[in-house]
């Protein structure tokens, strides 16, 4: 089984440019109403879909309110994708910190609103 997580936002290339330039995502396919990115490695994939579009079904055209969503993405070198991130001028909405359960991360936001926590986590 595999899961693929998908937004519906209007802001396909603003969303495109964002995933690609600061975290290194891929494009896995595209055309004029989604895109599906893939992470560094090809581990794992996020699609972006037109909202109203007809070719969906109603259950998939209602666009994203921009809360109550996030996604973690687990990487080797916390403190190193930090600095870079920080070097591009993305806003970091929490600042690098470890947790008392092990998690060393940070967090940002993307076009869409969707938190993504970046970690790196260390059993306790």
Partial sequence: MKLNAG????????????????????????NDFFILLHTPGHESEISFLLP??????????????????????????????????KNKGVPIKIELRDEPWGDRHFAI?????????????TAK
């Fill in 7 to 30: 937004i519906i936002t209007e802001k396909l290339g603003e969303t495109k440019k964002f995933y690609t330039e600061n975290l290194n995502f891929g494009v896995t396919f595209e």
């Fill in 109 to 121: 936001i993307d076009p869409n609103g969707v938190g993504i926590d970046i970690v790196k986590y």
């Fill in 52 to 85: 109203e579009h007809p070719s969906q079904q109603p259950l998939f055209q209602q666009p994203f309110k921009g809360e109550g969503v996030y996604i973690t993405i687990e990487v080797e070198d916390v403190d190193k994708l930090y600095e870079e991130i």
